[in-house]
């Protein structure tokens, strides 16, 4: 099977091409081959690759230039693949996260020679798995020029409503400590999960923030998301670990929020895991401004974090705008609308043109 | 090197000669071959054996019969052995827990051919590793008769203390649930970690029971001796296990015990995973008090459990009394004291000439 991409085709149709193409997170060759060369079949763009990440743009000199992006890869497939249609419906591995992103935006790179602002499209590999393999990480980190910009728009299924920046999250081990000694003479010892005991009653007593940063109001959470103690059955535990996830608004940086976990937490040990930085709207920058202008709607908080937030580290304001329904993605019977990829594209188009 | 054992041999010769043959539970044969050889010669004893157990009884048709029982396998060799001996004290592996009781035993059934009392001498397999492969456990399943006594000495290392009973021990896991949700969308969750708090404090604020039971003062303990909960460092988890040890003291019966736990976990799951009866420590009987005036010294409560609990559920009251320091069981320098296995032999003798 050929895997040449015929980008003057029907977008829905452009979609199921793509999603035909498997492309499970580290097997992104053979689509990222294939959109590189559609790419570089137009004169108007210039085409770089990394690894199976592709990133084509418009040099016309304008006074804004705006990133389109969509990561190419897919979890797993799930017995759903070849895609089939069902009426408006696209059914496949992909469809909705976020294949009938990638296809809007091979559209418009095809579709709009000399667009309104100048574009950067970024197709890369390597979303849906761990953050360290991220391509977009890898580019911003090899590559931060290509990914310069005023504004972007990533392609993640928002089922076509505009998503503003994203929360933060970090994970922290609360940890407490005890003596060791057999349960038979338990007095001798000191319990760590006894001791965890107060930990679990600042949890529960938590209120969460529910911030307005950029005109949208976001919705904090600090949870335990797992607890682990225990030596054996007969011996009284000398450590108790509580992994909390802080998950924070974009008013607050990665180093605020560990703070505030501290101070929520003082007096215990602290050992923070892994974060990644919140992302604000961008929503008041002109550009973005005439963006949901252009599309409609009425933009709302994105909760959880995405790669905009990777963005929003080089200093470029991003937002989620897809065609896809988040709750369809990762399931066996994932699908798209064909109606809201049009819309999509219809949008995008107004937009830019 | 030959593994016959000279019974003649002082007692704490005979200890060093029977730590020298290996015996880590599961290869007991050569020490118990050696066992069985030596009491065979002993015309007044009758010897059957079982597995890597050897049982030995006077059929002198006394009014009351004594059992005097010790594992013959020890925890795995830690670079400590041969033996060797520094002044009055014996190093190496198992010279503490419990080669040198065994040895005592040897020799009172050589020393003894017609003792006050009928007298059962058993040296059983596997006390070290799980419950379920004991030698003690397999006679009394298979063999209940050649058990049968008024009263049990297990010369366990007790620093020749008398150790009355047992306590019991069981395990429950206190389950507490919620509902799993993203961890971005945490108020679409029910936290079954946060949870666990009241389970916690319900341990926190439990009060052990002291009670005395035949004149020995025992101490309970309801422990928590593992918690585990948690499905991915982005979820709202949906269970939580508290694992909680109940040590209780021999005026409870198991069930008693496991309806205690019950009730104090009252409106929570609650699943018994394992547990063991205690066993009261019967010096009320005219022959313990009798082997308590004899060898001398306060007996205190044993708040372990120890295979005194197996004979308890035969009928037969028993104690622990043994030559080793418990506190050195199972240590790389473990040693016995020459004196105190000579004084253990002494007072054994005197109670059964």
Redesign the interface.
Known sequence: MSTRLDLTQDVGELTARIVDVESVSGDEKALADAVEEALRLLPHLTVERDGESVVARTRLGRGERVVIAGHLDTVPVAGNLPSRVEGDLLYGCGTSDMKSGVAVALKLAAALPEPSRDVTYVFYDCEEIEAERNGLLRLSRRHPDWLAGDFAVLMEPTDGAIEGGC?G?L?AQIVTRGKRA??????FGV?A??A??PV??I??AYE?RLPVVDGLEY?E?L???????????????DE?V??V?Y?FAPDLSLEEAQAHVSEVFEGYEVRFT?GAAAARPGLTHPVAAAFVDAVGGTPRAK???TDVSLFAGLGVPAVNYGPGDPNMAHQQGEFVSLKKIADCERGMLGWLS
């Open positions: 929360q999250t994970r057999h349960s038979a003479r338990s007095w319990n999960i006894h965890a005991q679990l009653a949890l529960n969460a919705h959470g949870n335990a998301v797992g607890i682990g103690g225990g030596v054996a059955g007969n011996v009284i535990p108790c509580v992994t996830n998950r892994d909760l959880g974090w």
